[in-house]
């Protein structure tokens, strides 16, 4: 049996965000409808009814059947464990040149030229996101991979800016970075509890609080990209007013619209988690499975997001 090296783990994790920001549509204008859509509810127009027919802020679905197992099922190799390094080794040739080159660095050093390389291109926003991310892209490979590839793959003129805008609120901000459905995203340790809490200074350099760092930070990258990919924040500032809801109708529709994307994310976290964590009698960098995890389960909640406006109409 074969054992896993450490490139193994990278090499899966760039297969991920390769294959998931290639083939995940970035168009917000497609039809509800479209088999191309990697999540979907069902029957139709059930979600739109029950929200306008809810009379009460505690609403919850009913009778509504959502399924995101679309977007795993891009993900080949989450399937077929057994088989999982020979698999590995055919989809890496498909990746882009450059998270190749990445990924076989022979050393930090190299992968560190690679990374800076990148970011020190030509274009004024990248060295402006450089300067910001590079305590963390220089010397954790698992996040710098997230940002290469969201970059190469999803590049808009105003994205670097509004990745950027997400990191400076995460670190910065009192209440953290928040996302378009109003959850908060914050950092482990909060410095203003550290002369305090003793506990939380001594986790800011613990294993659990780095996995806490790479989960955050990768779903930072993926979150803020697919807001500007899908419109998602002017879309569903639209959905009240545009359905006349009362003031608890939007609440729900807030909650559910919340709720639906957890779902997808949690499933599809979970899955590719597993897999990294749990290759035949194997287990790779925690660190790595977090990255991989969260890409795929953030990317999958910004989808479910991206349905669930269409089935509303907007």
Not at 9 to 35: C, E, I, M, N
Not at 90 to 116: G, M, V, W, Y
Not at 227 to 238: A, I, M, S, W
Request: hydrophobic share 45%; aromatic share 10%; net charge negative.
């Amino acid at each position: 049996m074969r054992i896993p090296t450490a490139n193994d783990g990278y090499a899966f994790l760039g297969y991920v965000q390769h294959t998931l920001s290639q083939a995940v549509p970035a168009d917000a204008k497609r039809h509800k409808d479209d088999p191309s859509l990697l999540a979907s509810f069902r029957p139709m127009g059930s979600l739109k009814n029950q929200i306008q027919q809810a009379t009460s802020a505690k609403a919850l679905p009913h009778s509504i059947s959502f399924d995101p197992s679309s977007i795993l099922d891009l993900l080949s190799l989450v399937h077929q464990p057994t088989n999982f390094f020979g698999e590995l080794a055919d989809c890496f040739k498909t990746i882009n040149s450059d998270i190749q080159n990445l990924i076989l660095s022979p050393t930090p050093e190299h992968a560190r030229a690679l990374i800076e390389g990148f970011f020190g291109a030509d274009v004024a926003a990248f060295r402006d996101i450089w300067a910001t991310i590079q305590p963390f892209a220089k010397n954790q490979l698992a996040i710098a991979l997230s940002f290469v590839s969201t970059l190469k793959n999803l590049f808009t003129p105003n994205l670097p800016k509004t990745i950027l805008d997400a990191y400076t609120e995460y670190f910065f901000s009192e209440n953290g970075y928040q996302t378009v459905d109003s959850s908060l995203v914050v950092p482990p340790v909060q410095w203003s509890m550290a002369e305090t809490d003793l506990a939380s200074l001594k986790a800011l350099v613990s294993e659990k609080a780095g996995v806490h760092y790479v989960r955050d930070l990768t779903n930072l990258t993926v979150d803020a990209a697919r807001d500007v990919q899908y419109n998602l924040r002017e879309r569903f500032k639209k959905v009240s007013p545009g359905l006349g809801l009362t003031t608890e109708q939007a609440q729900v529709a807030t909650r559910w619209f919340k709720g639906f994307g957890a779902m997808a994310e949690g499933a599809v976290t979970s899955a590719v988690e597993e897999v990294v964590l749990g290759v035949g009698q194997f287990q790779l960098n925690p660190i790595i499975a977090a990255a991989a995890g969260s890409y795929a389960g953030t990317l999958a909640r910004k989808a479910t997001q991206h349905v669930f406006l269409l089935e509303l109409g907007f």
